[in-house]
């Protein structure tokens, strides 16, 4: 009996080695080409599962107040370059010297503050640009300016494991044991940026930060296991979080630069720092509210918000989404700098619906104009709950609302005299064809934007365009002849209505137009556009030598 079981044995295994060399022997002659389909997949499954979105701190709307407020004061451009940002503990492998460049760069889309001196040497490292560059110097071939100021500092510490609690408890019995257990751990990690003066190479007194952070991390799990007759049976559930040092870093990163920016330009920069998207607490709100709104209530906040805000003028209510609507997103989206697709995603209802939430300085926020669902609690006064910040319009606001345009010059001064020059910076908030007129002290007008230096009529919303170009030894000039009153004006529009305007106000840039006034000029754009238009104007006297 058990050697015709050992022959049984024997013979499955034979059938069995030659079922699989039969397999291999089939694989050898088809190759990987019989499984087509599952190698194309690859192409698919080799993409990301969701879209990648700007990076943002808790100081990102700080950053944008600081452009405005640098604007508003008149601060010119400046040259600053920056030191190489170590990491003293050894563990934080971040860029803090690109997060720095970054928050220089959003403190000057429309002020034009900061240009940033992009020159080093690394002997080690040599890549095109550095290569080109030493070679154009030496052949006297490019010029490169010489900072004004400059950014040191370093990630000064990192004390991991500061704070440490656990806990945990189980039963169990001959047939089951249950156990539940919690981790919280605390982080704390610290950077000091300082400002000095490139000529001397010396800090300058006063100008500093010094700012901490602490990370969370905190864990659980939930175990059991338990005996049914004679088989075991065991299951785990876990779920960690952890914060990482990446965007830790660009907080710390973007509130130091705020804080040594405004120092040194002496202007209040606190009024930046006590924005309610600066809480802690704010994004997780506003993420619970979206949570809590099905597909079409998103649409609809999202068609509301975009119809007050000059973007929109469609079905709102969220129902179906028409290509209009999606254009709009699109829109919207490039204004914020969010990848243009046409989406509501979670980071364009955050971009839209930060204007309509209010704090009570307390940690609570409260929804302003878009319903009650989901708020907080909150002090706030009555008046100040139903009012959007930054000056935003109401969500229930259905007026047309052209585009918002500023033109900005090098300082307060109004008053120039016969010989002097002049150059202004424009920026909208909006993206837009702007067109730009110059009324001289004679009243004749000319079209000085777009001209044959600058073509584009596109400008994109809340960056800065500086007519004539300082920099640019071939832009033209705006220089004064004779006393009397001038004035520049710039009207935006969605769509490109040059071709539509009467022929006599077709004349090439730079060129005296056929015009008796700025306003009939402005009145010829509304009859082509259809709607009112986005309009900027600054005015200033000439005055004799």
């Not at 030496?138 to 370093?154: F, L, R």
């Not at 510490?157 to 249950?178: P, T, Y």
């Not at 609302?401 to 202004?424: E, K």
Request: glycine share 8%; proline share 6%.
């Amino acid at each position: 009996m058990q050697q015709a079981q050992g022959s049984g044995l024997r013979a499955g295994v034979v059938v069995f080695a030659l079922v699989a060399l039969s397999g291999c022997s089939t694989l050898g002659k088809g190759g990987p080409r019989k499984n087509k389909e599952f190698y194309e997949q690859t192409y698919i499954e080799d993409r990301s599962v969701v879209w990648p979105v700007r990076s943002v701190s808790n100081f990102s709307d700080g950053l944008s107040c600081m452009d405005a407020m640098l604007r508003d004061n008149h601060i010119p451009p400046t040259f600053v370059t920056s030191k190489t940002i170590p990491d003293a503990s050894g563990k934080v492998y971040v860029a803090s010297k690109d997060m720095i460049i970054t928050a220089l760069s959003e403190m000057s889309r429309t002020s034009n503050a900061f240009r940033y001196v992009d020159y080093e040497i690394d002997p080690l490292r040599q890549d095109t640009v550095q290569t080109l560059s030493g070679l154009l110097l030496q052949s006297n071939q490019m010029q490169i300016q010489m900072p004004q100021i400059y950014v040191s500092g370093a990630i000064s510490f990192m004390d991991q494991n500061v704070m440490i609690e656990r806990r945990g408890i189980g039963i169990g019995s001959q047939d089951a044991e249950l156990g539940y257990s919690r981790d919280l751990i605390g982080t704390v990690m610290g950077m000091e940026l300082h400002l000095g003066d490139f000529v001397t190479r010396t800090l300058i007194p006063g100008i500093h930060s010094a700012n901490e952070m602490s990370l969370a991390n905190k864990g659980r799990g939930l175990d059991a296991g338990g005996r049914i007759r004679k088989a075991g049976v065991q299951f785990e559930i876990g779920q960690d979080y952890s914060q990482g040092v990446g965007p830790a870093t660009r907080t710390l990163v973007d509130l130091s630069m705020i804080e040594l920016v405004g120092k040194w330009a002496r202007v209040p920069y606190w009024q930046c720092l006590s924005l309610d998207p600066s809480h802690p607490e704010f994004q997780r709100q506003l993420r619970t509210w979206y949570l809590g709104m099905d597909p079409a209530q998103r649409a609809a906040f999202v068609a509301r918000g975009l119809r007050a805000n000059g973007y929109y003028d469609g079905d709102v209510s969220g129902r179906v989404i028409p290509e209009a609507l999606r254009d709009a997103v699109r829109r919207f989206q490039v204004d914020q700098r969010i990848a243009a697709t046409g989406d509501i995603s979670y980071e364009t209802y955050d971009r839209l619906a930060r204007d309509y939430v209010r704090g009570d300085g307390q940690g609570n926020f409260v929804q302003v104009g878009w319903g009650e669902g989901g708020a907080r609690r909150s002090k706030l006064p009555a008046e100040l709950a139903a009012l959007p910040r930054n000056a935003a319009p109401a969500l229930s606001s259905t007026a047309p609302r052209p585009a918002q345009i500023r033109i900005t010059l090098p300082s307060d001064a109004t008053q120039y005299s016969v010989g002097q020059s002049v150059f202004f910076t424009i920026s909208t908030d909006r993206t837009g064809y702007v067109r730009c007129y110059y009324r001289d002290a004679k009243s004749s007008v000319t079209q000085i934007y777009p001209n044959p230096l600058q073509p584009a009529a596109v400008v994109e919303g809340n960056r800065s365009l500086t007519v004539p170009e300082p920099y640019n030894p071939q832009s033209f000039t705006i220089e004064f002849s004779r006393p009397g009153n001038e004035e520049v004006r710039c009207l935006s529009t969605t769509a490109d209505v040059s071709a539509k305007l009467p022929a006599d106000l077709q004349t090439p840039a730079l060129e005296p137009m056929a015009v008796r006034s700025l306003d009939e000029l402005e009145q010829a754009f509304a009859n082509a556009a259809g709607e009112p238009v986005g309009r900027g104007s600054q005015a200033w006297t000439v005055v004799p030598r």
